[in-house]
Each structure stands twice: as structure tokens, then as C-alpha cells.
């Protein structure tokens, strides 16, 4: 079915990632970068003139489109997801992608920064693509592979079904997010305009990879409220709430329950963010494990250290907040294996072997499936995200771009 067909992924790879789209997490304002928009506003130039009249981006930078059904029999309208921006964990402005034809194995030093080597040892997956087409930024930013390699397998898969009309299937809703890197990507989402049934989102990595699971999370802040005093009168006076606050974050575990120290199916507590002035501190949390129970046992440990903090400062006061963000997906997926089953197909008819695994983050689709959206996460090759080592396989593109394609079209067969 593809023998014949000119993929056009790598090239509308090339050019989004070109477009600034990083998010901003202390903006209060959806999105939380008009920038993302520049990128929404070309999608939807591009989804027009591939024929889906309907393509539209709201105030909030979603961007809505619809690929007709071509079926006779009614089939569940599927959604293809992917999100806009990129991680504020490193700069996605001046993005100069790189394309490493014919990749040999080595090592890949960045032009832009030769300090900055892709290395197959610390990436063990980049040795597996030896000879793939590989591309890498030039060594002063990230990619944008997360998850502009989701929004361009997206594009490809529209532009070959407009192409080819004999490939069966229903209705197709594209959506496409902002702000999913900082946790808002459905705060604003219109559930009842995108009018879906189930979802896939286009934002895991290695090639045949099947995530139906992912952490749970909580957001948890603790703010110390210290005494202030003039420093030089605050003898027996002056509690610094910084002081306090840097006791109770040395006070954590050193060799647990921390994602330098845990991997596979542990979860952690992790301080993100940590600011204040000697009379309130600040220090935020992520709380992530795959057994939404366990969120609570790591709360309340926290707990517990910020108890043993105020009785080693006498006069500090605490205030703590708790904010669930996701839960696992898993616990709605179960309910609906069919969502699963027909992504494993898929991967299968596009000549893959399936890798079913589990999320140690979370995507749009975690909150999307307890919104009435049941939304795995499918491959898309994008791999070392959130760094300046962020790589993709073009072949690991094309591969996606296969898999909606029949992914589709099992929907419709066993409709």
C-alpha cells in the first residue's frame, strides 16, 4: 500500500520544528504562549488545502479539523492527537534541524556545539537505527521532535488518506494542543466540539511502542512562612523561611524515591521549583507513581518531614496544598480493550513488532480518558526529548505514519 508513496513527514518535520512553540509555566494565560499559535496557524492553512474545509484554531490555540468518513457502515470517530509546543526545560528558538543521512552507529557531535555528542551509549535505541536518517538539532537547543514528530505523522497520514480514497475508513477528528509539556494541554479543550469517541495520541518514542499506561500524578506545594527581621537586630528574632525550606528539601531521601535514584514501575516525589525571601519560601512537587493509592503515602511522608523541619525551626508556620493533574490511563483502557487491541493490529499490519509499555510521565491522553476519551499513546520515533541530544529516525516517522493509516482502517473492518 505505501510502496508507491512519497512520505511527506520528514519535510513537514523539518519545517515545524523551525517554529518557537515552547511553553510557559508560570503564564497564566491560555495558551500560555501566543507563539504556539504561529504553528497552529499553519496547520490549519495545511489542513485546508488538503481538502478539510472545516480546520480551525480556537482562542485557546486547539486546532480542530475533520477527515470525512469514506464508509458505508457507521464506525466510532477516532481522534489523532498531538500537542503543539515544546518543553521549557530547554530553548526551542533558532532551531537548526540536522539531517545525519545514512547514520552509521557512531557518535554524533552537534555542529553548533561540539561539547554536545549523541552517543548510541548513552542512547542505547540511536544504535538500533544505524542506518536510518537521523535528525538532530545543532547543539544549542532542543529538536522539538516531542511532539512535532507527533503533528507531522498526523499531517502525513491526512495527506495519504486525501490521497488515497480506496483506504476505508470513519470519521476522523484531528486535534492538535498547546501547553501539554506544562500539564494544561485539555484545560480548555471542548470535549463536546471535538466530538470524538476514542483517541490515540501521537507522543511516545521507539518504534512499536504501545503505551495504555501511565504515572498518576499530584502537584504539591508547601510554603514555609518564616519571621522577619532587620538582619542586624534579629538575634533571637529572624526565622528564614529559605533556611527552613533548604533544611526540609535536604532532609528527603537521598537514595529514594527520587527520579535520579528510581526506574521502572517506581514512582518518586521530585521539587521542581523552589523560590521565596527570608519570610516565605516556596517549594513546589510532582508526585508521580503508576498505583494511584501510593500518591497518599508519599504525601503524607512529606508530611512528616515537614513536621520534623518545624519542630528543628521553632517560630516557622507551613501551609500545604495538594492539586491532583492525572490520573493512569490504565484504569479507563481496561474498560475498553478494543482501543488497545486495534493500535496492536495496526502496529502489526505495518510489518512492527509491538512494544506494549508503560509511561513514566504522562501525556494528553492520561486526562483525556478520564474525560470520556479512552486515548493510548502510539509511537512516533521521538526519542531523548526535553535536551539538546533529542533525536529522530525518519524511518521511525514513516513507520507511524503506517500505523494511523491502518489503524484507521482496522476500525472501520471491525466496525
Not at 528539601?249 to 521539587?271: A, C, I, M, N, Q
Not at 526529548?385 to 489503524?407: N, P, R, W
Amino acid at each position: 500500500m505505501f510502496e508507491n508513496y512519497a512520505f511527506t513527514v520528514a519535510e513537514r518535520f523539518l519545517r515545524y520544528v523551525q517554529i518557537d512553540t515552547q511553553s510557559d509555566p508560570q503564564s497564566k494565560s491560555n495558551p500560555s504562549t501566543e507563539k504556539q499559535k504561529d504553528l497552529g496557524r499553519l496547520l490549519v492553512a495545511e489542513l485546508r488545502e488538503a481538502g478539510l474545509g472545516d480546520a480551525e484554531m480556537d482562542d485557546f490555540g486547539y486546532v480542530y479539523a475533520t477527515l470525512p468518513a469514506n464508509s458505508d457502515k457507521p464506525v466510532p470517530v477516532i481522534s489523532l492527537i498531538a500537542h503543539l509546543d515544546t518543553a521549557p526545560d530547554c530553548t526551542g528558538q533558532g532551531v537548526k534541524p540536522i539531517i545525519h543521512r545514512n547514520y552509521d552507529g557512531g557518535d554524533l557531535a552537534l555542529p553548533d556545539d561540539p561539547t554536545q555528542v549523541i552517543s548510541p551509549r548513552e542512547n542505547p535505541y540511536l544504535a538500533t537505527r544505524k542506518g536510518d536518517d537521523i535528525i538532530t538539532a545543532s547543539g544549542t537547543t532542543l529538536l522539538g521532535a516531542d511532539d512535532k514528530a507527533g503533528v507531522a505523522v498526523i499531517m502525513d497520514t491526512v495527506h495519504f488518506l486525501t490521497q488515497r480514497r480506496d483506504v476505508r475508513h470513519g470519521k476522523v477528528r484531528i486535534l492538535f494542543t498547546p501547553d501539554e509539556e506544562i500539564g494544561r494541554g485539555v484545560d480548555k479543550l471542548d470535549m463536546a466540539r471535538l466530538g470524538a469517541d476514542f483517541g490515540y495520541t501521537l507522543d511516545a518514542g521507539e518504534r512499536g511502542a504501545l503505551e495504555d499506561e501511565t504515572f498518576s500524578a499530584d502537584a504539591m506545594t508547601i510554603t514555609f512562612h518564616g519571621v522577619s527581621a532587620h538582619p542586624g537586630y534579629a538575634k533571637d528574632k529572624l526565622v528564614n523561611a529559605l533556611k527552613v525550606a533548604a533544611y526540609f528539601v535536604d532532609s528527603l531521601p537521598k537514595d529514594e524515591w527520587s527520579p535520579e535514584t528510581t526506574e521502572g514501575r517506581y514512582g518518586f516525589v521530585h521539587p521542581v521549583r523552589f523560590s521565596g525571601i527570608a519570610e516565605k519560601a516556596v517549594v513546589e512537587f510532582i508526585i508521580r507513581d503508576f498505583f494511584t493509592a501510593r500518591l497518599e503515602a508519599y504525601e503524607e511522608h512529606l508530611r512528616s518531614k515537614v513536621e520534623d523541619t518545624l519542630a528543628a525551626w521553632p517560630g516557622a508556620k507551613v501551609e500545604i496544598a495538594i492539586k491532583e493533574q492525572y490520573r493512569n490511563m490504565k484504569e479507563i483502557l481496561d474498560q475498553h480493550p478494543a482501543v488497545s487491541e486495534y493500535a496492536m493490529e495496526a502496529i502489526r499490519r505495518a510489518g512492527l513488532t509491538v512494544h506494549p509499555s508503560s509511561a513514566r510521565g504522562g501525556t494528553d491522553g492520561s486526562r483525556l480518558s478520564f474525560m470520556g476519551l479512552p486515548c493510548p499513546n502510539l509511537f512516533t520515533g521521538e526519542m531523548a526529548f526535553h535536551g539538546k541530544h533529542e533525536y529522530v529516525s525518519i524511518q521511525d516517522m514513516q513507520k507511524a505514519v503506517e500505523t494511523c493509516v491502518h489503524l484507521v482502517r482496522v476500525w472501520e473492518e471491525k466496525s
